[in-house]
């Protein structure tokens, strides 16, 4: 069973506008974190933004939060004010408690496109 | 500035003919990690290290070897590369962490090999 699903392959946004990238998961842990990754066509994977599940305030940071809702299991990743520069692969991921700590397992991802 | 670095960037081997890629940081990171990413695909962890102490995934070919000599430094070996193995190999670094803790994953610019 996935554990992470990003079921949007590719999105559309104008630029300067928001746009929500999808992300559910499912875990049995109580204790877990989930990030999300950017993935220019250069190759390498940059941080963007974590959200622990015991966090009760959504993550924040810059252009980007996350809206966490527990109940449903999903973390969505909002982009505000979208950039040209953001056109990318997205990719959402999730670390458990009962993997040791490291594993992290990553999602399908999402390509945005940012159109001018 | 720290980071990680993987060399080379490109790598080009013959079918069957053993090929070690190179990836090293300046982050002092105690973790180590492999992935093998395919085109449009997420990426897959192959083994990481804690220290010196090696954690190899269930599904990881053994055609696929790893070293660690120090903290900064840590091989992948591919001993018979086969078309398969044709991949984005992602090398990435991080503290040590719980599963809600915030320690992201720090990642190099990847080493994509092809094989002839």
């Known amino acids: 069973a996935q554990k992470i699903t990003q079921t949007q392959p590719g999105m559309f946004v104008q630029e300067k506008e928001a746009v929500t990238l999808d992300c559910t998961y499912d875990?049995?842990?109580?204790?877990?974190?989930l990030f999300w990754y950017k993935q220019p066509s250069s190759g390498e994977m940059i941080f963007l933004i974590y959200?622990?599940?015991?966090?009760?305030q959504n993550a924040t940071e810059g252009r980007y939060s996350l809206n966490f809702q527990k109940a449903r299991k999903s973390a969505n990743l909002v982009i505000s004010a979208s950039q040209l520069g953001d056109s990318a692969m997205y990719f959402c991921?999730?670390?458990?408690?009962?993997?040791?700590?490291?594993?992290?397992?990553f999602g399908a991802g999402t390509r945005l496109f940012v159109k001018a | 500035d720290a980071m990680v670095i993987q060399n080379p960037r490109y790598q080009v081997t013959q079918f069957g003919k053993p090929v070690t890629l190179s990836c090293s940081q300046t982050?002092?990171?105690?973790?180590m990690y492999w992935y093998q990413q395919k085109s449009s695909q997420a990426p897959k962890l192959l083994f990481h290290?804690?220290?010196?102490?090696?954690?190899n995934e269930a599904d990881t070919p053994d055609n696929f070897q790893s070293r660690r000599p120090n903290t900064s430094f840590c091989f992948l070996d591919i001993r018979s590369p086969g078309l398969g193995d044709a991949a984005m190999y992602l090398c990435?670094?991080?503290?040590?962490?719980?599963?809600?803790?915030?320690?992201?994953?720090?990642f190099g610019p990847g080493t994509r090999l092809t094989v002839l």
């Open positions: 959200q622990g599940s015991y966090d009760e």
């Open positions: 990435a670094t991080s503290r040590p962490a719980g599963p809600s803790t915030h320690n992201e994953q720090f």
């Open positions: 875990t049995s842990d109580q204790s877990y974190g």
């Open positions: 982050l002092n990171h105690n973790v």
């Open positions: 290290y804690y220290d010196k102490d090696f954690n």
């Open positions: 991921a999730m670390r458990e408690g009962n993997t040791g700590g490291f594993k992290t397992i």
